[in-house]
């Protein structure tokens, strides 16, 4: 048997505020996605973990804002919610994703356990496990999974969004719970018919960058063309439609530049398409920052001089009267430790034999981080 962990959890109800996201004849994401965030938080909470959520109100976040959350908190793990939409009001089923560049195996781990606890009771058709390039999934420095319960706009779907709330945060509590090795109630959660597709694991390779830039969508637009690479950009020939607006703008590493103001970006949805994107579309083409999840990583050394220093749990200040554990780098010639995050300036998140904690690290302390 596993061990059962305790997780710092962060939930991402999507959207907020001014923004309601998609929007369904009886309801609208924004208010959807809360009530799932606050059900599930309560289950979570009962199952001994720690939630942190990114808003329990009708308020609007950035999605920088809110990844910053699960970064600054050294949380385990972010969990993003969110209702989908299309164009056909035919389009039916759940679907997760996780980021499409670099992920860990944990990532990979946890989408699957989700997904498949997800896909045991909601009763509608199973998308698969796929991958994208999500502003919440590339910038949360932890495991990050983004859910898309069902489409809004399809009006049987939103009768599950709108009257099934319970059941979709119980589904979504049992794979985190399960994620974090506990046992899961065998209680069905309510009717529900087995799903009839199996889930299509979408393998997620490394960043394919190879210009160091990104082109960002605005939010403002909701339809942007995407064609084949091998046909010309122009209408008739598309490949499909992205929607920045729906997430908030879109991000992509740009792989290639073919001619003036037409880049090649790979998508979750669509493969490796061309775009459109002169800078009178109001998309802006940037050098990459370093926001990439492998950036988050490095090291710090503490050195064999020191006879003790000072761990915090990750929920308090980080100040000496908040410290109830030392490490003992002079009793092993020095210790060193992988960085997990960076909550705090000058604090840096590691993984000790008390679980995680939080170090300072400033000048002065002889501490070396790389
Ligand atoms: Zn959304």
Do not use: C
């Not at 976040?61 to 209702?83: K, Q, T, V, W, Y």
């Not at 490949?239 to 001619?259: E, S, V």
């Amino acid at each position: 048997m596993s061990k059962v962990r305790t997780l710092y959890i962060v939930l991402d109800g999507g959207h907020g505020g001014h923004d309601p996201g998609a929007l369904g004849k009886k309801s609208n994401e924004k208010t959807n996605v809360l009530n799932v965030a606050l059900a599930l938080g309560r289950l979570l909470e009962k199952a001994g973990h720690t939630v942190i959520y990114t808003r329990k109100t009708d308020k609007f976040l950035s999605l920088s804002e809110r990844a910053n959350i699960a970064n600054r908190n050294g949380a385990d793990i972010f969990i993003s919610l969110h209702n989908n939409s299309a164009a056909s009001n035919k389009a039916t089923g759940f679907e997760t994703f996780i980021f499409n560049g670099t992920n860990d195996a944990k990532t990979k781990q946890l989408q699957s356990t989700l997904h498949e606890e997800i896909a045991k009771g909601i009763g509608i058709v199973d998308r698969g496990k796929k991958s994208a390039n999500f502003a919440v999934l590339r910038e949360t420095k932890m495991p990050a999974v983004l859910i898309e319960y069902a489409f809004i706009n399809n009006p049987s779907d939103e009768k599950i969004l709108i009257n099934e709330v319970n059941k979709l945060a119980q589904l979504t509590a049992n794979g985190l719970i399960k994620f974090a090795g506990g046992k899961v109630s065998t209680s069905k959660p309510s009717t529900s018919k087995p799903s009839t597709s199996k889930p299509k694991p979408t393998p997620s390779k490394p960043s394919t960058s190879k210009t160091g830039k990104v082109l960002h969508l605005p939010k403002t637009s909701s339809s942007w063309r995407v064609y084949p690479t091998n046909k010309a950009p122009t209408k008739g020939n598309e490949k499909g439609y992205l929607n920045p607006k729906k997430f908030g703008g879109l991000t992509y590493d740009i792989i290639g530049n073919p001619q003036k103001d037409v880049y090649t970006i790979k998508t979750g949805d669509f493969g490796t398409v061309n775009i459109y994107a002169a800078s009178s579309t109001g998309a802006k083409v940037t050098n990459k920052t370093n926001s990439n999840k492998t950036q988050a990583k490095g090291t710090v050394h503490l050195p064999a001089s020191a006879k003790t220093w000072r761990t915090y749990k990750l929920n308090v200040q980080p100040v000496a009267k908040n410290s109830d554990w030392s490490l003992t780098p002079s009793r092993y010639g020095g210790l060193t430790y992988t960085i997990l995050g960076r909550p705090y300036p000058d604090v840096v998140t590691i993984n000790t034999s008390k679980g995680k904690r939080n170090i300072y690290v400033g000048k002065g302390t002889g501490a070396i981080v790389n």
